[in-house]
């Protein structure tokens, strides 16, 4: 090999390892307005989704948890350690049943609503960045919401932060298969009060969420490879 074809060519590598950093994405809405494979449904549905450039993204509903209360001397009370079994709830927008709450219901609309202590845990098959979580109901400071993808700290917030809540991850990375859990973190009341004194406040739902899919852009290797077929070809041309 000349050094007049090798110089140029190992320019060009070094070039393409320094464009193989960010990634390009595209957009994808998860929408659970007016039903989905989510309704009725606990852990282990499936849901998919069309992104911008035409990637099917399914999202998987990895956990549905909520407080597990007892119907006690006319009380519904919780221990305050044992989490239940629940199920999402999608009338217009995507809520939390909890399946140990029944009968003459003590919170108004429970089943539809994402109440204290009740969280929901779901993951994609893609790399995704949150781009946008539109709540219904979440006003004010006293709804409170996490969201945690797992081995990363939960990052909280309130009503005041506002709807829809943009870009709540500060443009985390999340890697595909990662679980994300969001939860109604206001304290969990015992007992629970009847429907005429709850306030509505602490209680909100899920229109829809957005991500950024994460298309990796072509691998340094690919590009060094693309480089040394210039090399070898360029060098027989000569
Ligand atoms: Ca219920
Ligand atoms: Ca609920
Ligand atoms: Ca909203
Ligand atoms: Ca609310």
Same mark, same amino acid.
């Given at each position: 090999?000349?050094m007049?074809?090798?110089v140029?060519?190992l320019s060009l590598? &070094? $070039?393409s390892?320094l464009?193989?950093?960010?990634?390009q994405?595209?957009?994808?809405n998860?929408d659970?307005?007016?039903?989905?494979?989510?309704? @009725?449904s606990?852990?282990?549905? +499936?849901m998919?989704?069309?992104?911008?450039?035409?990637?099917? $993204?399914?999202?998987?509903?990895?956990?549905?948890?909520?407080?597990e209360?007892?119907?006690?001397d006319?009380?519904w009370?919780w221990?305050?350690?044992?989490?239940? $079994?629940?199920?999402?709830?999608?009338?217009? +927008?995507? @809520?939390i049943?909890?399946?140990? #709450?029944s @009968?003459?219901n003590p919170?108004?609309?429970?089943?539809t609503?994402i109440? !204290?202590?009740?969280?929901w845990?779901?993951?994609f098959d893609v790399?995704v960045v949150f781009?946008q979580?539109?709540?219904?109901?979440?006003s004010?400071?006293?709804?409170k919401? +996490?969201?945690?993808?797992e081995?990363?700290?939960?990052?909280?917030?309130?009503?005041?932060?506002?709807?829809?809540?943009?870009?709540?991850l500060?443009?985390l990375? #999340?890697?595909a @298969?990662?679980?994300i859990?969001?939860t109604n973190?206001?304290?969990? !009341?015992?007992?629970? !009060?009847?429907?005429?004194?709850?306030?509505?406040?602490?209680?909100?739902?899920?229109?829809?969420?957005t991500l950024? #899919?994460v298309?990796?852009e072509?691998s340094? &290797? $690919?590009?060094?490879?693309i480089?040394g077929l210039?090399?070898?070809v360029?060098g027989r041309?000569?």
């Open positions: 090999m000349k007049t074809t090798f140029p060519a590598c &070094l $070039v390892l464009l193989a950093g960010p990634a994405g595209a957009l994808v998860f659970f307005n007016n039903g989905t494979a989510f309704d @009725g606990g852990p282990g549905t +499936t998919w989704a069309l992104a911008e450039d035409d990637t099917n $993204v399914t999202m998987t509903s990895v956990d549905v948890r909520a407080p209360y007892e119907l006690a006319g009380n009370t221990d305050g350690t044992t989490y239940g $079994v629940a199920e999402t709830y999608i009338v217009s +927008t995507l @809520g049943n909890n399946l140990s #709450i @009968g003459d919170i108004n609309n429970e089943p609503n109440n !204290p202590g009740e969280s845990t779901f993951s790399d781009t979580i539109d709540f219904a109901a979440f004010g400071g006293d709804d919401a +996490t969201l945690e993808v081995g990363e700290s939960p990052v909280a917030f309130t009503g005041d932060d506002g709807d829809p809540l943009n870009d709540p500060s443009g990375v #999340i890697p @298969g990662t679980n859990t969001i973190s206001d304290t969990v !009341p015992t007992p629970l !009060p009847d429907a005429e004194s709850i306030t509505p406040s602490s209680n909100w739902r899920i229109n829809n969420f950024d #899919i298309v990796p072509p340094a &290797l $690919v590009l060094l490879l480089s210039t090399v070898i360029s041309t000569r």
